[in-house]
């Protein structure tokens, strides 16, 4: 079946280091998701990614979904103490046009030390 | 107005209890979700529920069983209770088409003991 691996698991930065997350789907995508949950909390949304090779930036975070749309990342520039939390990507399968499920990557949990 | 609202937030019982968790969207969506979450943080998907139709059953055991009274409510209850059982559990919301983002509610963490 469809599955959506991400990686790293784990990220520790210094404060103002950069972060990088990598996602990638078995199969193509009509588009990707990310959230973030923050330590005690709920997935929240983030961004969706729908065209091939598409860049959107939120502040410091830049989402990249690849030429395929097999792959994406999301990049955080100069991380702060308030990007801490687990961020995951998600993609949809679609089921007999019934909504259908959303597919989530294992996560990466970033840590930053200030 | 909290969007998609579980309860209760904390469930703590005791192995071979029988418990429910509820939740509640209030988004018009048309599609709701049961994930569950361990304790390396991977969101598992459950079940799913188009207009209180099941869509989905990711090979949960038949100790959990889902209920849609109305599109707007999907409940969640499960039997003789195991340790394995202990995680967070997160209901969440959306519209069934494939480019929408999903809602989630705050998560109802069970402790079986």
Not at chain 1, 68 to 94: E, M, R, W
Not at chain 2, 88 to 99: E, I, P, T
Request: net charge positive.
């Amino acid at each position: 079946g469809q599955q959506v691996m991400q990686i790293p698991q784990y990220q520790h930065v210094q404060e103002g280091e950069d972060f990088t997350t990598y996602c990638n789907s078995s199969t193509t995508l009509s588009n990707i998701q990310w959230y973030k949950q923050r330590p005690g909390g709920h997935p929240v949304f983030l961004i969706q990614l729908v065209k091939s090779g598409e860049v959107k930036k939120q502040k410091r975070l830049t989402f990249q979904f690849g030429e395929a749309k097999k792959n994406s990342s999301l990049h955080i520039t100069a991380t702060q103490t308030t990007d801490v939390g687990t961020y995951f990507c998600a993609g949809p399968l679609l089921i007999y046009n019934q909504g259908g499920k959303l597919i989530f990557g294992q996560g990466t949990e970033l840590s930053v030390k200030p | 107005d909290t969007a998609v609202s579980q309860t209760p937030k904390y469930l703590v019982t005791q192995m071979g209890n029988d418990k429910s968790i509820k939740c509640e969207q209030n988004l018009g969506h048309d599609t709701m979700y049961w994930y569950k979450q361990d304790s390396k943080k991977f969101l598992k998907i459950m079940f799913s529920y188009n207009n209180k139709e099941l869509i989905i059953n990711e090979t949960v055991p038949n100790r959990f069983s889902p209920k849609s009274p109305d599109k707007a409510h999907l409940n969640l209850h499960i039997n003789s209770l195991e340790l394995g059982d202990s995680a967070v559990y997160f209901c969440a919301s959306r519209l069934g088409h494939q480019n929408t983002e999903a809602f989630f509610g705050q998560g109802t963490r069970l402790t079986v003991v």
